[in-house]
């Protein structure tokens, strides 16, 4: 069945590095590629996305990579501020499937 | 910017007790899901709603569980007779014909 993975589980940082999060999808025929985070009793919200015709994509400290061929994409948080702490989720979405990764919870020590 | 809804926010409720959790989507979105996340763990899949019928369900989504859009706003989450283990915070989301999904903030559920 469909699969989604994210490495690491859990990342601890300090302010000013950068963090990756990588997911690992096995669903070939999707075409969209979100990362979710999910703050401390709050519902999960999108911070950045990627569809399959694009390679990076970058909004200020965060960037998306995508890898269509080895069916993995990633998160990229530069410039880490307290305020990134939070868990973060890839999905993995194809017609009507929407499939959360199981979490990286990322800790950002000032 | 549109976003989705859920009420109510926190849920107390007896074992074997009727709940019923109430989203409203954000208006011309076309595909709807439930979630649940129990403390602590990953976000699980529940149902998908499109075109008036569940369009999949996992094998957490049992009997006691059914999902309706009544009215064409709401949609709504019944768990018929709620057990200790239903205790999770649900989430309702929404699709419009792009694959972005919006959730809601989430109802704790808490079932004593």
């Known amino acids: 069945g469909e699969n989604v993975e994210q490495h690491p589980s859990t990342l601890s940082v300090q302010e000013g590095d950068s963090a990756v999060i990588k997911c690992t999808y096995s669903d070939s025929a999707s075409n969209y590629f979100p990362w979710y985070k999910q703050e401390l009793g709050k519902g999960p919200q999108l911070i950045i996305d990627?569809?399959?015709?694009?390679g990076e994509k970058k909004d200020q400290r965060i960037a998306v990579t995508l890898n269509k061929t080895a069916k993995h994409f990633s998160l990229h948080i530069t410039e880490t501020q307290p305020e990134d702490s939070a868990v973060y989720f890839c999905i993995m979405t194809s017609y009507d499937k929407v499939i959360f990764g199981p979490g990286t919870s990322l800790s950002v020590i000032p | 910017e549109p976003e989705v809804t859920q009420t109510p926010s926190h849920q107390v409720t007896q074992m074997g007790q009727e709940v019923i959790l109430r989203c409203v989507p954000i208006?011309?979105?076309?595909?709807f899901y439930w979630y649940r996340q129990i403390l602590g763990q990953k976000v699980e899949f529940l149902v998908s709603f499109y075109n008036n019928e569940i369009s999949e369900k996992s094998e957490i989504f049992d009997d006691q569980f059914s999902v309706e859009r009544p009215d064409g706003s709401n949609f709504t989450l019944k768990i018929r007779s709620t057990k200790l283990e239903d205790s999770a915070m649900y989430f309702c989301a929404s699709r419009g014909f792009w694959y972005e999904a919006f959730f809601g903030q989430g109802t704790r559920l808490t079932v004593v």
């Open positions: 208006s011309n979105h076309l595909y």
């Open positions: 990627i569809r399959s015709n694009v």
